[in-house]
């Protein structure tokens, strides 16, 4: 059986990345409304990690619409064949959207939510971390740029779509999950509950 999602919900999960906001509640999130963290301009503390917003992950040259230039949407309907080859070429965007090179080796700190992947013991000791709720689980996935693929020193005590900070060194690594693919890898220094601010 093959799942089939409405072309506009699609290409809004695959632009979320062109148009992030900051600070939202936990609750009122989406793809264009991610989880926020105080802006890039904010000061950063000596020894400590640098807090993050998601929108710095994504390249400032990345164009997730360069698919769509010169597609008249109002024109396709779902069960039409060139949207599903539409689909398919905006998924492979997605999957393979840019990374920020310059954010590779910085220690981050970043505000997101969990998607497990593996527990051990009633802790997490592999997860997703997404900027918006549902995303991964309830939504298809949002741009590789855009998912942080987590490894916790210690298991952390959490649960699908728990709010946390996520504290460790980024890298650029991509990694292809059973619910997504991820564009960053962190070994978490620390996995910590979402206050609302870089506390």
């Keep these: 059986m093959t799942l089939r999602l409405p072309l506009s919900f699609l290409l809004a999960v695959v632009v979320a990345g062109g148009a992030l906001a900051a600070e939202p509640s936990p609750s009122a999130t989406s793809p264009t409304r991610p989880l926020g963290a105080p802006a890039a301009s904010d000061k950063a503390v000596p020894g400590q990690p640098r807090v ?8 400032k040259d990345w164009d997730p619409m360069k698919e769509l230039k010169g597609i008249d949407l109002g024109k396709l309907d779902d069960g039409d064949p060139r949207a599903s080859e539409l ?3 905006l998924q492979e ?3 393979n959207a840019p990374t920020n090179a310059a954010l590779n080796g910085v220690e981050v700190k970043i505000p997101g939510f969990v998607v497990p992947l593996e527990e051990n013991k009633g802790e997490i000791t592999e997860f997703l971390l997404v900027p918006y709720f549902g995303a991964c ?7 590789a740029n855009q998912i942080l693929h ?3 020193k210690q298991g952390a005590k959490f649960r699908a779509m728990d709010t946390v900070w996520v504290a460790g060194k980024l890298q650029t690594v991509r990694n292809d999950s059973m ?3 991820s564009g960053y890898h962190i070994a978490a220094d620390s996995v910590t509950k979402y206050t609302g601010g870089a506390k």
């Design 150 to 152: 987590v490894r916790p």
């Design 52 to 59: 993050i917003a998601w929108e710095e992950l994504v390249p």
């Design 137 to 143: 689980i309830h939504t298809p996935p949002p741009p």
């Design 179 to 181: 619910m997504g693919v």
């Design 93 to 95: 965007a997605s999957n």
């Design 87 to 89: 689909l398919l070429k």
